[in-house]
């Protein structure tokens, strides 16, 4: 089994900044890919960033990129998601998300078998 807990979220304004972190723990070595995913109210949850948690593949959403960027620490089993210049629209719920598999292209929930309890993001205008 593997454990997600996030944090770092928060409010903040237009044209700020954040960085979540997401704490893995449990059966690391069983896992290939971590992700960041979100959700709003009434909304689906939506994919926002990968990263290969040995290797180096990345990917961002279109929405991400240019003002997000993610990272892993594997020495200390984390994952961050740097967000700059944020506007309304990125309020949600923020999901960290790990799976067992490496595919070409992670960008699905089915993807993944893991997922944290989430934490806040709330960006006012």
């Known amino acids: 089994q593997v454990q997600l807990v996030e944090s770092g979220g928060g409010s903040v304004q237009a044209g700020g900044s954040l960085r979540l972190s997401c704490a893995v723990s449990?059966?690391?070595?069983?896992?290939?890919?971590t992700a960041w995913f979100r959700q709003a109210p009434g909304k689906e949850r939506e994919f926002v960033a990968y990263t290969g948690w040995t290797g180096t593949s990345q990917e961002l959403s279109d929405s991400a990129k240019g003002r997000f960027a993610v990272s892993r620490d594997i020495v200390g089993n984390k994952m961050y998601l740097t967000m700059n210049s944020l506007k309304p629209e990125d309020a949600a719920v923020y999901y960290c998300?790990?799976?067992?598999?490496?595919?070409?292209?992670?960008?699905?929930?089915?993807?993944?078998?893991?997922w944290g309890q989430g934490t806040q993001v709330t960006v006012s205008s």
């Open positions: 449990g059966r690391t070595s069983s896992i290939y890919t």
């Open positions: 998300a790990a799976s067992r598999i490496n595919r070409s292209t992670m960008t699905h929930v089915w993807d993944f078998d893991y």
